[in-house]
């Protein structure tokens, strides 16, 4: 009897036009479309360029999606520092429940990857189901996603729920891309060039791109919502986390207290979340998330400046470029 084959990772499950439902495949038809470093193609969609299949889940999560006053929903544009703040957001918003050193050992950080402890819409939760059952889920609920601004359910908008976005150093977030993007590719396609990737990059050409104005997005957001959105400097948080942890908790409607600051609350979890720490652990050393990615992949170097080690000054100088044109007159400066 011949063994049956195990299933297809979520990820791969809108990887040909014939799984797409045949009105996605109508409305992605119409869509302008670019080849890309790691798919087929990506598609414009309302300004922005996604991959068919993570479109796909964009799409359901804006019709289904219910947010609750008490969501906290972390964003980022890939490659941004996600996994550091994923860690920092769960053990900050329970640390509560692992206060002791006995909890402390059975800390789920210790045994699950950060990227299963906080989903991400469009690349778990609407990717594994249509329609996840997330009401019951207990409050305050800690999501993720790389969606724009203007690309977030409707509900999310209009709640009071929390948003932190997390922005990276162009630069660093362009070469952490390339990176990781070229572990995805098949092997015998071989790596992309980092001066190909790097022309779709500073034409907005990337995924949940353009990078400017994903930030933008949110950068706007803080300014007219400080309640709403919190806008954290990926760089700012290295140089100082603890008062950035300080800072969230307060945002978060959760402060430190007195006893906390004294008693090395913030010391213990920026120590456990460290990427030291973390990177060492054997759940981010072996396996697979479950959406087919290797957990080590999420763990390179996370260094401020490391694109200096993988560009030219003049291809950094033409990132630089591109931001400062994009960027002028917002008063955000990367």
Sequence with gaps: MQASQPPSPPHLRYSRDDDMPE????????????????????????GFWFPPWILNCVLTCQNHFQAQPSDV?????????????????????????????????????LTQNPHDLVPTFELKLYLEQESPDLAALPSPRLFATHMPYSSLP??????????????????????????FFNKMRPEEKGQIPIQECLDKFCRGV?????????????????????EKVLFVMYEQMKVDP????????????????????????????????????????????????????????????????????????EMGERIDRVMAEKLDGSGLKL
Aim: charged letters at 25%; proline letters at 4%; one cysteine or more.
């Design 23 to 46: 009105t996605f495949k109508d409305l992605l038809s119409s869509l302008p479309s670019e080849e890309y470093w790691v798919t087929n193609s990506l598609s414009l969609y309302q």
């Design 73 to 109: 929903l972390l964003v980022t544009s890939p490659k941004s520092g996600t996994t550091w703040l994923k860690a920092i957001l769960f053990a900050l918003l329970n640390r509560a429940k692992y206060s002791d050193s006995d909890s402390q050992r059975r800390h789920p950080l």
């Design 154 to 179: 409707q509900s999310v908008r209009d709640s009071n729920c929390k948003l932190v976005y997390l922005c990276r150093n162009p630069k660093d977030t362009f070469v952490s891309m390339w990176h």
């Design 206 to 226: 990337s995924s949940f791109g353009p990078y400017w104005d994903h930030v933008l997005g949110y950068y706007k957001a803080s300014s007219e919502m400080p």
């Design 242 to 313: 603890h008062a950035h942890v300080r800072r969230l908790a307060d945002f978060l409607g959760c402060p430190l207290s007195e006893e906390e600051l004294r008693d090395g609350t913030v010391e213990g979890i920026l120590r456990m979340c460290s990427f030291d720490n973390l990177s060492a652990l054997e759940v981010n050393k072996r396996g697979k998330l479950s959406t087919g990615q290797e957990s080590k992949w999420y763990f390179r170097r996370g260094e401020v400046g490391d694109w200096v080690n993988y560009m030219s000054a």
